[in-house]
C-alpha cells in the first residue's frame, strides 16, 4: 500500500475513489427505497451526450457533462410525474436518446470518434487530474450536503409519496432535488467506474448492508461503508493486477453482496434466539 502511495496519479485516484465511495451510496440509499434503482443509468446515458458536448463546444466534459445530465434527470422526474408514461419507460427513452445523443455529438466533434467516450464510459482513473479532483471534490460536498440537509424529508417521500403530500411536504420538489442530486453523482463516478457502471456504486453497497441492518440511518451509514471499501480495494487491486478499475470495483462490490447475504441470513436467523428470554 505504501508503494501505491509513492505515484501522485495513484493518490489522486484515491482521493476521487473515496469521494465516489461516500457520495453514491449516500444518495443510492433514497433511490433504492424509491424503486428507481435504474435511475443512475439512464442519467449515466445522457450524461454520455454532455460528455461528447463538451468534445464538440471545446469546453470541459466534466462540466457539460453536469449540465445535461441536470437537465436530463428534471426531464425524466417531469414525465414520470406529470406525462402518461411510467417511470421505467421514461428510464428506457433517456437510455436511448442518452447513447444516440452522445455518439452523434461526438462525430460531429474535430477530431472526434467513439473511442474518445471509452474512457468515460468505463472509466479511467489512473488518469483523474487535480483540477477533476476539486470538482469531484465540490459535487461530492454538495451531494453529501442535500443528504444532511433534507434526510428527513426524502426518507418520508421514499416511504410514502402520499404520506409526504399529506405531511405538507413538497413533493414535487423533493423528487426534483433526489433527481439532480443523482444526476450529480453520475458525473463524479464516472470518471472512477465510467458510466456503464456508475449505476452499480448506488445500488449494490445499498443492497449489501440491507442483507445486514434494518434501519434507513444504519442502512446509509454502512453503505458508504461498503462503497469505500469497493472503491478503494477494488482501485488497489487494479494497481497490482493491472485490470480496469471500474470493472474491479464493481467485482469487488458485488462480491460484498453474495458475502453479506450469507451474514444476514445469519443474522436473521440469530435475532430472534437473541429475543427470547
Do not use: K
Not at 131 to 149: H, K, Q, S, T
Not at 203 to 230: E, Y
Not at 250 to 255: E, H, N, Q
Amino acid at each position: 500500500m505504501i508503494d501505491l502511495l509513492q505515484f501522485d496519479f495513484m493518490q489522486r485516484a484515491l482521493i476521487a475513489a473515496l469521494l465516489v465511495g461516500l457520495a453514491a451510496p449516500a444518495i443510492g440509499t433514497f433511490i433504492v427505497q424509491r424503486r428507481l434503482a435504474l435511475l443512475g443509468d439512464g442519467i449515466g446515458h445522457v450524461a454520455l451526450t454532455g460528455v461528447a458536448l463538451g468534445f464538440l463546444t471545446g469546453t470541459a466534459p466534466v462540466l457539460t457533462a453536469v449540465a445535461v445530465s441536470v437537465l436530463g434527470a428534471v426531464a425524466i422526474e417531469l414525465v414520470r410525474a406529470r406525462g402518461r408514461t411510467s417511470g421505467d419507460v421514461a428510464l428506457a427513452l433517456l437510455f436511448y436518446g442518452g447513447i444516440a445523443g452522445g455518439v452523434l455529438l461526438i462525430s460531429l466533434a474535430p477530431g472526434g470518434s467513439n473511442a474518445t467516450l471509452m474512457s468515460y464510459l468505463f472509466g479511467s482513473i489512473s488518469s483523474v487530474s487535480t483540477e477533476d479532483v476539486w470538482v469531484i471534490g465540490l459535487l461530492a460536498v454538495a451531494v453529501l450536503g442535500v443528504v444532511a440537509l433534507f434526510g428527513r424529508e426524502l426518507y418520508v417521500l421514499c416511504q410514502d409519496e402520499e404520506v409526504a403530500r399529506a405531511s405538507g411536504l413538497p413533493v414535487r420538489l423533493l423528487s426534483l432535488l433526489i433527481a439532480v442530486t443523482a444526476a450529480l453523482t453520475v458525473v463524479i463516478a464516472m470518471r472512477v467506474v465510467g458510466l456503464l457502471l456508475v449505476s452499480a456504486l448506488m445500488v449494490v453497497p445499498v443492497a449489501t448492508s440491507q442483507q445486514i441492518t434494518r434501519g434507513f440511518r444504519s442502512t446509509m451509514a454502512l453503505s458508504m461503508l461498503f462503497g469505500m471499501v469497493a472503491t478503494v480495494g477494488g482501485l488497489t487491486s487494479s494497481f497490482y493486477v493491472e485490470v480496469p478499475p471500474g470493472a474491479i470495483i464493481v467485482i469487488v462490490a458485488l462480491g460484498g453482496f453474495v458475502l453479506a447475504l450469507g451474514l444476514g441470513r445469519f443474522v436473521r436467523r440469530s435475532r430472534p434466539q437473541e429475543s427470547s428470554p
